[in-house]
């Protein structure tokens, strides 16, 4: 998975640290398996030895554990809270912001996104946004789960109806993301995907502007068909 | 006046009343229950696995056509609910069921109606879910998340089906489990205090309690799912107070339970296996006892390590994640345990055991594959891909299929007094082991690679993940016919299996005192039980008694000079 921005970083490497753990243990199961089927297969042979263990070695063992899984703990929780830090909009970024993340709402609805700008303009599908900027996703659902998931930018998040589930993230790079929906949703799930278009922020402000212009002129478009009785 | 006694009656050659079959379904018999669980189970195992197999189907090559997106919905939902409620767990609880009562050394179980409403419950669940296909499937997923299965979304009556059959089942166990419980409480033999009762009997009495617990929490969820559907309930719409998140924590904390149940059952029949075949004890029972009671407990409350992606608290999300971490202790203790009973002794490589090491290699990887799940950023980039997919078949197939067909490999002798084809069982072991590695090792790869999402009935072409989904179908279809081999072989076995005597493996357990298969009544006689080995015991005092006689007998005989 390629990292383009910072919180995603930080889940990479967390995941590499769980993934060695991970090996970790499998190795240490999986070695001991064969060395004792190797070393003790046998077909007749006297009674072994009846060992019991004392306490003393399974106090060690589980000691050693305890170590481990404390150890993965303070890692998991240092490597996720590092990921939840708000990420800084850059020089390269949206000055007109001062210091305040963008915060679009993004709504699941079965089967597509829809993005909400701060002017009023929104998107389907795409979601374009400011690069080196700082930007907050608030997703909601107005029907059933879905799990916003553009790998590259963010953490997986679910939208549920009633609650507001965020996402930060600040893109540091130029380009077009794709992402999908991670929750069955029903039959269209496995085509309600999403791409984050990541441009500079005079694209950003154009695109905005003009979205929010064309939809004005669709309205308009829309209220004189209805006053002139052309839409029943 | 005395009575006069009553004169023997001869029943030889008088055929019963009844027909077997009829005899068999209305029987409270735990072992006759048992059977059909276990029976039933392999049955669902096979139609669980044809579903499967239409799933890769579906999924070998980039936007397929085989199945429609309903269709392939239909199919997944069907697959988890068998896969779960009418395969894995019905084959731990029969295996169980039958074999508990047995090794307490009781000649019956404490409440054995409710044993057999259990598993009427069960087969009446079992009906509902297949008469779907006479009207409509459900279509939610395997833990359908609500609000999708409000009406509003999914007005056909699949989900009720759905709802229906799962309740039953799960009542059915909730039955079978109490049983289970009062019988071990109340029917262990003379001596048997709870130090001495073995492992698998721990296990069950620990599965049950979880079973007690777990299972009427989905009931409950059922239930307002039911009453939303049906009633404009609320529980859990949107709006109104509804809480679409309610139906996630208690559907997950059953789920994980039952994850729990099975893995603890596996551990209790491998630790069985262990001792027999190597001939040695438990390297560290009480130990063992302990982790198995922790693993409930624990593994129940990190329900929420399914849930990080969700809107839930940060302060939840670490809980979830600590109680998940802290399972790596009692798991770790009991795979040390049970490796270490096995060092040292003489290992003799039959099914049982090949079985029994397959399910501790199956459940590792998919435990030690959890753990990047438990991480909670980690998590972030796993949960819903097809990567979770593989580490909880990877764990699942260990348990309930390596771990089930273990315990079906091990006890079928007592069942039925034979073996079970050793050829056949090999054959079956390596081609169940071949088809998990093919089937989900490169789910791993897809998932976190690629990060591709589970449930989708299709995959685009240009993502990178076709090659992995070519193998993993060629996986599933070795896999298929390695679990087929050991249905086939049970079937086969029944009849024409070699005899196996009583004892076949040299168990120290109770159940092999009983004859093969036993009485009706289990026991004409117990021993009275002095250690969690009683087999044993008796064993080493025949031994005793008879190296005395000889060393009497050649004292008597030696020429006085």
Known sequence: M????????????????????????????????????????????????????????????????????????????????????????????????????????????????????????????????????????????????????????????????GKTNKVLFSADEEGTYLGDSATLSGQAYAAMRTAVEVVSPDEYEEFVETQKEEIQAAQEKVVSQIENGETP | MSPSPRPELVADGYSPKRPRWAQLATSADHKDVGRILICGALGFAFIALVELVLMRIQLLVPENTFL???????????????????????????????????????????????????????????????????????????????????????????????????????????????????????????????????VFGWATAVGSWLMVVIGPVLLAALTMLMIDRHYDGIFFADGSGGAPLLWQHLSWIFYTGAYMLILIFAFGTIAEIATAFARKPLFNRTVVMASLAAIAVIGTLAWMQNMLTAPIGIGWMYFAMLMSLALIVPFGLVFFNLIATLAGGTLRMRAPLLFALGALFAISVGLASELCHSLVASAWHLKNTVDSTAATHFTLIGGAVFGGFAALHYWFPKMTGRTMGELMARISFWTIMAGLLLGFVPLFFAGTEQGQVIDAYKYFAGTGVTAYNVIASIGVFVLFVGILLTIVNAMLSREGGPEAGHDPWGGETLEWFALSPPEPHNFDVLPDVRSPRPLRDIRVAIGHRTRRSEQATARDSQPVA
Request: glycine share 8%; hydrophobic share 50%.
């Open chain 1, 2 to 161: 390629a990292s383009h921005s910072p919180g995603t970083d930080q889940i990479d490497t967390l995941f590499w640290i769980g993934f060695f753990a991970a090996a970790i243990l499998i190795v240490v199961v999986v070695g001991a398996l064969l060395y004792v089927v190797r070393r003790y297969r046998s077909e007749r042979g006297a009674e072994p030895r009846q060992l019991l263990s004392g306490r003393r070695l399974q106090f060690r063992v589980a000691g050693v554990l305890t170590v481990f899984a404390a150890l993965l703990f303070i890692l998991g929780i240092v490597f996720t809270d590092n990921a939840r830090e708000k990420p800084n909009t850059g020089e390269a970024g949206l000055a007109s912001l001062k210091g305040e993340p963008l915060k679009i709402e993004a709504t699941g609805q079965q089967w597509l996104w829809r993005y909400d700008y701060p002017n009023g303009a929104f998107s389907y599908y795409k979601l374009v946004v400011p690069v080196d900027t700082a930007v907050e996703l608030e997703l909601v659902s107005t029907d059933v789960v879905h799990t916003w998931n553009v790998e590259e930018l963010a953490r997986k998040a679910d939208a549920v109806p």
């Open chain 2, 68 to 198: 429609s997106p309903v269709g392939f919905n239909r199919m997944l939902s069907l697959y988890g609910a068998t896969a779960i409620f009418l395969f894995a767990l019905p084959l731990v609880i029969g295996i169980s069921y039958y074999v508990t009562p047995l090794q307490i050394g009781a000649r019956g179980t404490a409440l054995p109606r409710l044993g057999q409403i259990g598993l009427t419950l069960w087969a009446a669940g079992a009906t509902a879910l297949y008469a779907t296909f006479l009207f409509t499937p459900s279509e939610a997923g395997v833990n359908p998340l609500a609000p999708l299965t409000e009406k509003a979304f999914l007005s056909n009556n699949g989900v009720d089906a759905w709802v229906t059959s799962s309740g039953l089942a799960t009542l059915g166990f909730v039955f079978l489990a109490i049983n289970l419980i009062a019988t071990l409480k109340t029917m262990r033999a003379p001596g048997m205090a709870w130090r001495r009762v073995p």
